[in-house]
T-cell receptor, first 113, second 113 residues
């Protein structure tokens, strides 16, 4: 069974440019998460989806961040415009609704220069 | 509010030595507790979890953890460390429905031959 797939693995952009990250969760997993992991820190939740509905986006900086999960399968996280402080690892995770264990992708490491 | 404290930022042990990584949590009810491991450039892998019942839980790769309610702790242990255990370890606490995990800041484990 394929795990959570994220792309790209690495991205370097100049500040003020837009960037997008893609996540394909494990098949059948209704719940999808985007986490932000700053250097030397633990992951912090940005947004949680149940199917196509964003049920917890309280930590998402909505002035520059947006996310979508059309059709309730794969998801895209976008930053526009990117700032230097956005340099971090963006992790996607998924799990079946009602289950406990979430499975994480390998993450996208973003560097803003 | 839920929170997790991992007091040790960096631990160094010799291969074959025993290991204990500390984790303290703050949560009003019985928490759901997790330990994850993250190798460089990789996502998070679940080592073990505690929901209820036996306070000593066994996980993968020879790890175990003990839930102590009186101390609000969930320390991770391994009797004999292998060089391949070198990684970052994260403790996390979840609410009753575990739809949101709060992570600690992590402990980086270094193993010397």
């Amino acid at each position: 069974e394929a795990g959570v797939v994220q792309s790209p693995r690495y991205k370097i952009i100049e500040k003020k440019q837009p960037v997008a990250f893609w996540c394909n969760p494990i098949s059948g997993h209704n719940t999808l998460y985007w986490y932000l992991q700053n250097l030397g820190q633990g992951p912090e939740l940005l947004i949680r989806y149940e199917n196509e509905e964003a049920v917890d986006d309280s930590q998402l900086p909505k002035d520059r961040f947006s996310a979508e999960r059309l059709k309730g399968v794969d998801s895209t996280l976008k930053i526009q415009p990117a700032e230097l402080g956005d340099s971090a690892v963006y992790l996607c995770a998924s799990k079946p609704q009602g289950e406990v264990e979430a499975f994480f992708g390998q993450g996208t490491r973003l560097t803003v220069v | 509010a839920q929170s997790v404290t991992q007091p040790d930022i960096h631990i160094t042990v010799s291969e074959g030595a025993s290991l204990e990584l500390r984790c303290n949590y703050s949560y009003g009810a019985t928490p759901y507790l997790f330990w994850y491991v993250q190798s460089p450039g990789q996502g998070l892998q679940l080592l073990l979890k505690y929901f209820s019942g036996d306070t000593l839980v066994q996980g993968i790769k020879g790890f175990e953890a003990e839930f102590k309610r009186s101390q609000s702790s969930f320390n991770l242990r391994k009797p004999s460390v292998h060089w391949s255990d070198a990684a970052e370890y994260f403790c996390a606490v979840g609410a009753g429905n575990t739809d949101k995990l709060i992570f600690g800041t992590g402990t980086r484990l270094q193993v010397f031959p």
